[in-house]
């Protein structure tokens, strides 16, 4: 009986070592504790995996490309904005236009959803990204960075762009 168990006993914790091994990755959650985040805003940080290359575009999209791709979205700005990447995606269930500024510390990611509510401004936290999303239109935008006074800066040329 005793070797019968310690095979048993092994054959269990090789079992249980397998299944903690091979499980799925547990989803992202909110970096501070007991905070919940808005559904989209975390879609928004997590949809960044999946275009790794648009951080690193240098390429200026034509403004007349960004005006026009917005305006599918109902949006019309004031003033046009240069950006490195623009491209519609899906988010979140929602058609949204993904766009990315070049900053001199990294890149800034801005996503506009059309159909989403928004309080005025408000700051999030997810996956070890921080970011911003605020009223933007009849929408929400969407600022990801790693430096808040790139964040604001680029706020600050959405906001002009608006005319706000």
């Known amino acids: 009986g005793g070797p019968l168990a310690l095979a ?3 054959l269990l914790m090789v079992g249980v070592a397998a299944s903690w091994w091979l499980a799925p990755p547990a989803p992202l959650t909110e970096d501070a504790p007991h905070t919940a985040i808005d ?5 928004a940080v997590d949809h ?5 290359f648009a951080l690193t575009s240098k390429v200026q999209v034509p403004p007349t490309t960004v005006s026009g791709l917005l305006a599918q979205l109902g949006l ?4 046009p904005v240069e950006v490195n990447y623009a491209y519609p995606c899906p988010i979140g269930g929602q058609r949204t236009l993904h766009m990315v500024m070049q900053a001199e510390t990294g890149p800034v990611t801005v996503i506009y959803f059309r159909e989403a509510a928004a309080a005025e401004v408000e700051q999030f936290s997810h996956g ?9 239109g009849d929408g929400m935008l969407v600022l990801i960075g790693n430096n808040a006074a790139e964040i604001d800066r680029v706020e600050q040329v959405w906001r002009g762009a608006l005319g706000a």
Do not use: V
């Open 8 to 10: 048993a006993s092994l």
């Open 128 to 136: 070890g990204m921080s970011g911003r999303s605020l009223k933007y």
């Open 39 to 43: 559904p989209l805003l975390a879609a």
């Open 76 to 79: 019309a700005l004031a003033r």
């Open 48 to 52: 960044l995996r999946y275009e790794p």
